[in-house]
């Protein structure tokens, strides 16, 4: 005899949602954290997160670009690095991101949730405020 398991969560009431398993909301609280950002194109950009949306598209402030892995010699390499103030990196391009050993990712989410928890109940004061 063989039992048939059957799906239970379209029987249950918890909702699950697309932040449940997905990375970008998640990277909003890593805003000022260095990190290296490779492209599907091959191109490396290591800088500091300055935004970031749902869609996973990123801003990256003072970024250097290592330009294309492919090149020939290293020589090649150090003469196709840019260095810019700002670069917008589109979310589906990403193949990518890498932390630093020394950033404490329960730690910045943490900080990161009680940044928007702050500002949440900072704007509900400001508006039940204003109504009266």
Known sequence: MSKQTTNTSSNN???SSS????LAPLLRHFVGVSL???TKQGRTFRGTLREADAYMNLVLSRT???GNQTAIST????????EFDLVHIRGPSIRYIVF??????TGVIKAGRDRERAASDKYRRGVRKARK
Not at 75 to 82: D, R
């Open 100 to 105: 630093g050993a020394n950033v404490d990712i």
């Open 13 to 15: 009431n918890t909702k």
């Open 75 to 82: 020589a090649e390499v150090l003469l196709s690095s840019e």
């Open 19 to 22: 932040t449940d398993t997905n």
């Open 36 to 38: 290296i950002v490779e």
């Open 64 to 66: 250097t670009n290592k």
